[in-house]
């Protein structure tokens, strides 16, 4: 099993940035990949960014490339979004999500793709204002 817990939401007003933490804990040597999704009101959870586990392999959803960057420290079992530039679109409930690695798979947008994770945080909240 592995735990998730995400922090460092909160509201901020467009164009400003956040660092989203995600603290991994239990059987995180079983994992392969991780990533930071997002759902927002009325809408469907989406796969924003992903990295491999031990690191590397980075990808980027269109809405958010060039303006999120995803990280990994190995040291502290940490995941992090860096997001800057923020627009009120990305307002959102943030999800951090790790799986195994399955085989197949071998781009970044399949990376992205919810059935590949199967271990999940709780959430935390982002709201942007215009």
């Known amino acids: 099993q592995v735990q998730l817990v995400e922090s460092g939401g909160g509201s901020v007003q467009a164009g400003g940035s956040l660092r989203l933490s995600c603290a991994a804990s239990?059987?995180?040597?079983?994992?392969?990949?991780m990533g930071w999704f997002r759902q927002a009101p009325g809408k469907e959870r989406e796969g924003i960014a992903t990295i491999y586990s031990f690191g590397g392999g980075t990808y980027y959803a269109d809405s958010v490339k060039g303006r999120f960057t995803i990280s990994r420290d190995n040291a502290k079992n940490t995941l992090y979004l860096q997001m800057n530039s923020l627009k009120p679109e990305d307002t959102a409930m943030y999800y951090c999500?790790?799986?195994?690695?399955?085989?197949?798979?071998?781009?970044?947008?399949?990376?992205?793709?919810?059935?590949?994770?199967?271990?999940w945080g709780q959430g935390t909240q982002v709201t942007v204002s215009s």
């Open positions: 239990g059987s995180t040597y079983s994992t392969g990949y």
């Open positions: 999500a790790a799986g195994p690695f399955r085989p197949g798979v071998t781009s970044g947008s399949d990376r992205l793709r919810e059935y590949l994770y199967n271990y």
